[in-house]
């Protein structure tokens, strides 16, 4: 089994692309608390993404 | 919502019971996944080490598309980034759920964070906390399941073809829309829903993947607040 140098640069630059924007709502979590109307935005995150959610995206 | 703290082995019996329908369907979507990039060329290892380092579907089929030799860094860099600037949004939304687990385990969660586990990780939250068992317990087994049809799709691929014929490719579309129904409580759900849906189908028809997954998801928030706005002005 072959692992060709450049082919594991990107895909390491992916996986760090990726990561990035998994642990970015870690970040931003704690610096607003939303109420009344943003917080009624941010309830509607979950529908919102599950509706364009079509196979394959993991 | 409770504060009992459940055993483990419940919590992640749990979590094998509500993803178990994901991991049917993603099987011959990882084979899929394997076998296309077999016929691109990359090694079974190199197909391994994507699935498992970046565990990002749809970014992985986008760059199973761009494939060259050698890669082209910076369009797979930029198309990644695009297709999975989602997570942003759904990290947002399910950090709060797990203020009360510790650091490492917010962050172990984040890096196996998937459409499929994030909502029902949602689910669960809007009836009782989220433990660590059921939320790592859940990204570590779908993360498991993805690596190895990958490796099987990159092992066998080429004898096995193409899911779709069969329909699986539809048993993520299923399993989608139950959630949404889940998720969506009162009448504001629905322009939600019909706000996201119709300006994804939209942004897809007329400018194209991956934008339209963030610009439905925008869309839909901007209607909540506009809807919650209403709503307080009657």
């Known amino acids: 089994m072959n692992l060709d140098h450049i082919t594991l640069l990107a895909i390491l630059l992916m996986a760090l692309a990726t990561l990035l924007t998994r642990t970015a709502g870690l970040l931003l979590v704690g610096r607003f608390r939303p109420t009344g109307r943003g917080k009624a935005a941010f309830d509607a995150i979950p529908p919102a993404i599950l509706t364009q959610s079509s196979p394959p995206r993991f | ?234």
Request: charged residues 10%; aromatic residues 8%; neutral net charge.
């Open chain 2, 1 to 234: 919502m409770t504060s009992v703290n459940p055993p483990l082995s419940s919590e992640l019996r749990s979590a094998l019971i509500d993803i178990a329908p994901a991991l049917v369907a993603g099987a011959p979507i990882g084979v899929l996944f394997g076998a296309l990039a077999d016929a691109k060329g990359m090694t079974p290892l190199e197909t391994v080490l994507m699935s498992a380092l970046v565990f990002a579907g749809g970014a992985q089929f986008a760059a199973i598309e761009l494939w060259q030799t050698p890669p082209p860094m910076l369009a797979l860099l930029v198309s990644t980034a695009l297709i999975n600037a989602r997570h942003i949004l759904m990290g947002t939304s399910l950090m709060p759920k797990l203020a009360h687990l510790r650091p490492l385990q917010r962050l172990l969660g984040c890096t196996v964070m998937a459409d499929e586990n994030w909502a029902l990780a949602e689910r669960r939250a809007a009836g009782r906390a989220l433990t660590a068992g059921y939320f790592l317990g859940m990204g570590a087994i779908f993360w498991a399941n993805w690596v190895l049809w990958s490796t099987v799709g990159a092992l066998l691929g080429p004898v096995v073809g193409d899911p779709k014929r069969f329909g699986a490719d539809f048993a993520f579309v299923s399993i989608f829309i139950s959630l949404i129904v889940q998720l969506s409580k009162g009448r504001r759900a629905v322009g939600i829903v019909i706000a996201s849906a119709s300006i994804a189908a939209l942004v897809h028809a007329v400018v194209g993947s991956p934008w339209h997954v963030l610009s439905g998801a925008f869309a839909g928030i901007g209607v909540a607040a506009l809807l919650h706005h209403d709503e307080n002005a009657t």
